[in-house]
């Protein structure tokens, strides 16, 4: 009987009853691609949120850094301040010529890591984003209200970010 049963599937006959059988439960193949797709999706995921993860890694990385970099800086300004005032106040040629090397090479340090003076000068108007007023002077004449009338410290930033704000004076209304 079963070879009865072979001869009649060999010529493409078939039972229905067998037929329908298969057709209600998936083959291994569907079950296998059905696996494989999954296990596609899930590997894209995956890749996505590593990829996310490593961007946020590195830019945490360099925010760390050049904050770091900035609050190292920041400690070494006041030898910055002192050799200005040693520059203002000393009258020998040699010796200024000898301060103003070391201020310009200390400058250029600065440079390398990314930090630059703020400019502000005498004169300039008044703006809290890059400095503080340590006292107010009431206006002489010719002089405009809220206007620059003394730095006391330079300002510094890294970038867009102070990371020392210039101390000046300011004249009031």
């Known amino acids: 009987m079963a070879k009865k049963k072979q001869e009649t599937i060999e010529e493409g006959q078939t039972d229905n009853k067998e037929e329908a059988e298969v057709s209600a439960e998936p083959s291994e193949l569907e079950k296998a691609q059905a696996l494989a797709e999954d296990y596609k999706r899930k590997w894209y995921s995956v890749s996505a949120e590593y990829d996310n993860y490593r961007k946020r890694n590195s830019a945490a990385v360099s925010k760390a850094y050049a904050d770091g970099a900035a609050e190292a800086v920041l400690k070494i300004l006041p030898v910055a301040d002192n050799f200005g005032y040693a520059l203002d106040s000393t009258s020998d040629e040699k010796t200024k010529a000898g301060i103003e090397k070391i201020i ?5 340090v600065l440079a390398s890591l990314g930090i630059q003076e703020i400019e502000i000068k005498q004169g300039d108007e008044f703006d809290e984003n890059i400095a503080e007023a340590i ?3 009431p206006c002489e004449e010719g002089e405009k209200p809220n206007t620059v009338k003394q730095v006391l410290k330079k300002g510094y930033k890294c970038g867009e970010k102070v990371i020392r704000f210039a101390q000046v004076t300011v004249t009031a209304s």
């Not at 310009?104 to 250029?108: E, I, P």
């Open 135 to 137: 006292m107010n002077f």
């Open 104 to 108: 310009k090479n200390f400058n250029t």
